[in-house]
């Protein structure tokens, strides 16, 4: 097995287990805990695709910034094993065979896709680099950048709309 | 002059619009002179019809208003045919109509204004359908008349509203003439289906090529409907209820017009008669059972008006036995001097009742001979015209049908003499009883009496001249040579049924005698009642068979157990069981369940979001699984 | 920074398969748990499982399409790029509403928000 494919493997596999635990854990604060593990594993992905704006991004937004919130938010409730609320067993069950089956379906879908197609990973990766993907950016989207930062603003706005004590 | 035969009918529905439209604000006079002139109009225009129609050589005219109906291959015209026995009807019709109308004037002068109007519109009303009737070219036009004279008897049976007796004959009369329709519309339809149209003309040139079954069921159909309408058996017991209404509208529609379209419409397709002979079997037995039937109630009855229902009945039948056994000519003679004579009655029976105050007891009446002078002598000779008495009308016009009669079947003979016997001596019975003898009724009626108006005297002498002299358009052959002037101007109608028919000839001594007898035995008849009543009315209680005739043979009754009685059950298990049960438990039950299942699916909305995605997650699922099932 | 090794291929059926993975994980968490917080941060589960699919996809065009275009395949990842600047707006307004909601209710208990019943 290559480099590659054994990087891979390795992380998907704690990709998956991590977004296991995600879901699974009683305590709110562990379960931040393992999907920061799960961004940084898929930043993991991204480098190996040498997508290497996206990893770096990837990591200082989601990782850094959202979660980071998140962690306030449930420190700011107190939130803990105890006081979070037990769903009713079947609802849980439902909801499990639910993304199941979701699984399996799309797994179906997709498995005879004609895909044969190989992807390139590191070495050939031009677009990865953040060269090319602002020139890019700043060349043909420019115009949703621009809107993305009114979305930023009225983000802003909202949030402090909506957090105010009345 | 003939083109302007559209003018005929159009004069009274003027008429009936303005009555009618107006009739709160013309005033009574004005009501009666627009009533009375629109048909004056109308009987000048058909006078000068007729003069035209009486040169030789007159052919058929056939005036197209506009198409009708027009899909496919149907094609029926709003269309007048100008023709001898139109031109006949027409003069009846609105020569008797307008002195109907004068008479009208004085009779109904109690009425208020507004009612007053709407008399007079419901008359003209009545008028313009008649001729629609007997004008139309084709049997669609006929049936449009057909029912318009069906509306206008209801309307004017049922005049005076306010009782509901009343309007429950004019109901009756209205439910058995449809009866008769359906009969009617079926061979309307049978004929359209088989010849492919309804104008006469194209009908009867058809005819004789078609087979004998179908025609057999389209003229017995078409009779169903005279039946209805002419008042025979089965249908007949419409009429005496009809003598609810006033009595210039019994002597309008119900003695001299309505009653005869059913003779208009067989004389008319006489062709199809003559090709089918059970019907015509069928015809003639009916006649003359239902002459027989009705003139055995008519013994026994004591309202004036009820006993001349049932002569109208009676003189129907005799009519139709004349259309059974071929004598068409014969049975439109008869409609022709039966509208004088019988119109003549009823005005006079109408003179007599409002004279009494609106008494209509025969057992009442009497010795009115002194009082009302010349309601007594046109009510004596009328009475001499219906028996048959050499020289009146009905001498000719009954002795034509009854040589027809006996020359198709002798049987047929003898019971229609003894019919006419039984006519003179009921028609003597009540002349006697009213005008003979002494008054019967209360003291301070009889100080009232007196003659009736010059508006009601006047068309009574006018009709009395008819019932007198009418006789001579008729003439028979072993009289005269070639004096039945009628039947000479009715030779084209009837042309083609004359050359199918087998000649009877009948030698003229046999015809003599026949005549002999039938007057013979009418005079004994008249006689004896004659006497009989004048010097004892008959007023004891009747038992055994005149009991049974006073009550018409029960047949009102058998009708009531063994139609309308079922019926009405009929209806009511409809309405209960089938309506409030079935329909109306499954309408209700289709809004139950609805509202059933509105409350189960709104359990989903539970307001868990949880529950909401789950159930967009197995949409997410079901839509992928169908997309990939479906490749 | 340059390259990290020579070009090596993985078949793109395995990040197919990866994402859908991750994402009926992040479906199955937003069934069960009843920690709006939770709910939210499995959301973003699934958004990242959808990044990966999409940078994936865009390395597997860019290698087909390399001869006639060099820039083939750079949408992919600027979309993913724009999915990360919505995801970070949605997140603080989210927030924000869930600390609304525990200011009025005292708890993130999603069955609290039944009031859409009626």
Redesign the interface.
């Given at each position: 097995m290559g480099t590659t494919q054994f990087l891979f493997w390795f992380l998907s596999i704690i990709a998956i287990f991590s977004a296991i635990m995600v879901v699974v854990s009683k305590n709110p604060v562990h379960s931040v805990l393992w999907l920061i593990i799960v961004f940084f594993t898929i930043s993991g992905h991204y480098i190996l695709l040498n997508a290497q704006f996206l990893a770096i991004v990837n990591l200082i937004v989601y990782a850094g910034a959202i979660m980071v919130l998140f962690l306030f938010v449930i420190m700011l409730m107190n939130l803990n094993a105890d006081t979070e609320p037990q769903k009713n067993k079947w609802l849980k069950m439902a909801g499990v065979i639910g993304g199941g089956a979701l699984l399996l379906v799309l797994v179906a879908a997709l498995k005879d896709a004609d895909l044969k197609n190989q992807l390139a990973e590191t070495g050939e990766g031009d677009i990865g680099l953040i060269r090319n993907l602002g020139i890019a950016l700043f060349n043909d989207y420019v115009v949703p950048f621009e809107i993305s930062s009114i979305l930023f603003l009225s983000a802003m706005v909202g949030a402090v709309v909506i957090g105010k004590r009345e | 002059m003939s083109k302007f035969v559209y003018l005929v009918p159009l004069f009274p529905l003027i008429g009936f619009l303005i009555n009618g439209l107006f009739r709160k604000k013309l005033s009574k006079s004005l009501t009666g002179v627009i009533g009375c002139g629109a048909i004056l109009a109308s009987f000048v225009v058909s006078l000068l019809i007729f003069l035209e129609a009486r040169a030789p050589g007159f052919e058929p005219v056939i005036i197209s208003l506009f198409d009708f109906i027009h899909t496919g291959t149907i094609d029926i015209a709003f269309a007048f045919q100008v023709d001898q026995l139109s031109v006949l009807f027409l003069l009846i019709i609105t020569g008797v109509g307008f002195l109907i109308h004068v008479y009208s004037t004085s009779y109904m002068h109690e009425e208020t204004g507004e009612h007053f109007a709407r008399y007079f519109s419901y008359l003209n009303l009545f008028v313009f359908s008649m001729l629609l009737l007997v004008l139309g070219a084709n049997y669609v036009i006929l049936f449009i008349g057909w029912e318009g004279v069906g509306l206008c008897s209801y309307l004017l049976i049922g005049y005076w509203f306010k009782n509901i007796d009343y309007g429950y004959a004019a109901r009756k009369a209205f439910v058995m003439n449809r009866i008769g329709d359906l009969g009617f519309l079926i061979a309307l339809f049978w004929m359209l289906s088989q010849f492919g149209s309804v104008n006469f003309g194209e009908v009867f040139a058809k005819a004789p090529g078609t087979s004998v079954g179908v025609l057999t069921g389209i003229t017995l159909l078409l009779f169903v409907g005279a039946t209805g309408k002419s008042a025979q058996i089965p249908l007949y017991t419409w009429l005496p209820d009809a003598m609810a209404g006033p009595t210039p509208v019994s002597a309008l529609i119900h003695a001299a017009t309505m009653v005869t379209a059913g003779i208009y419409m067989i004389a008319r397709s006489n062709i199809l008669y003559t090709l089918a002979p059970v019907t015509q079997s069928v015809v003639a037995i009916t006649g003359l059972a239902t002459a027989i039937l009705a003139a055995t109630i008519a013994l026994k009855q004591n309202d004036i008006k009820k006993v001349l229902a049932y002569s109208t009945v009676s003189q129907l039948g005799y009519m139709f036995l004349g259309l059974g056994v071929g004598a068409y000519t014969g049975a439109v003679f008869h409609v022709m001097t039966h509208a004088f004579f019988k119109a003549l009655l009823f005005l006079g029976a109408g003179s007599v009742i409002h004279a009494l105050h609106n008494e209509q007891d025969i057992r009442k009446m009497g010795g009115l001979k002194k009082y009302l002078p010349i309601t007594h002598i046109t009510f004596l000779l009328a009475c001499l015209a219906i028996a048959g008495i050499p020289p009146f009308s009905g001498f000719f016009s009954k002795d034509e049908i009854l040589a027809a009669a006996y020359a198709k079947n002798p049987l047929y003979y003898v019971i229609g003499v003894a019919g006419a016997m039984m006519t003179a001596f009921y028609m003597f019975r009540l002349y006697a009883s009213a005008f003979l003898g002494n008054f019967r009724g209360a003291k301070e009626q009889e100080h009232h009496l007196h003659e009736s108006p010059a508006a009601i005297t006047i068309p009574l002498i006018i009709l009395a001249i008819g019932a007198v002299a009418g006789g001579f358009l008729g003439i028979p052959e072993v009289m005269a040579r070639d004096s039945h002037w009628l039947e000479r101007f009715l030779a084209p109608v009837f042309s083609d049924s004359t050359k199918l028919a087998t000649a009877h000839t009948t030698p003229a001594s046999t015809e003599w005698m026949l005549m002999g007898v039938s007057v013979f035995l009418a005079l004994v008849a008249s006689v004896y009642a004659w006497t009989r009543f004048s010097k004892k009315p008959d007023l004891a209680e009747p038992h055994g068979l005149g009991k049974v005739l006073q009550n018409k043979w029960y047949v009102d009754e058998l009708y009531d157990g063994l139609i309308v009685k079922p019926l009405n059950a009929f209806a009511k298990f409809l309405n209960n069981v089938v309506e409030k049960s079935i329909i109306d438990w499954m309408v209700n039950g289709v809004g139950k369940a609805v509202q059933y299942g509105s409350r189960q699916v709104r359990l989903l909305q539970s307001g868990q979001v949880g529950a909401y995605v789950l159930m967009m997650v197995v949409g997410m699922v079901i839509l992928f699984l169908v997309q990939l099932l479906r490749k | 920074?340059g390259?990290?090794?020579?070009?090596?291929?993985?078949?793109?059926?395995?990040?197919?398969?990866?994402a859908?993975?991750?994402?009926?994980?992040?479906?199955?968490?937003?069934?069960?748990?009843?920690?709006a917080?939770?709910i939210?941060?499995?959301v973003?589960?699934m958004l990242?499982a959808v990044?990966?699919l999409l940078?994936?996809f865009?390395?597997?065009h860019?290698?087909?399409l390399?001869a006639t275009n060099?820039?083939?395949?750079?949408?992919g990842?600027?979309f993913?790029?724009?999915i990360?600047?919505?995801?970070?707006?949605?997140?603080?307004?989210g927030?924000?509403?869930?600390?609304?909601l525990?200011?009025n209710t005292h708890?993130?208990?999603?069955?609290f928000?039944?009031?859409?019943?009626?």
């Open positions: - | - | 920074m390259r990290l090794g020579g070009a090596a291929f993985m078949p793109i059926n395995y990040y197919i398969f990866l859908i993975a991750l994402f009926c994980i992040g479906v199955a968490g937003v069934l069960t748990r009843r920690n917080i939770i939210f941060m499995c973003e589960l990242n990044n990966l940078v994936a865009s390395k597997m860019h290698l087909a390399k060099p820039n083939a395949g750079i949408d990842q600027l993913v790029f724009f990360m600047v919505v995801a970070a707006a949605e997140v603080s307004v927030l924000a509403i869930i600390a609304m525990y200011r708890s993130v208990d999603v069955n928000l039944n009031r859409l019943k009626h």
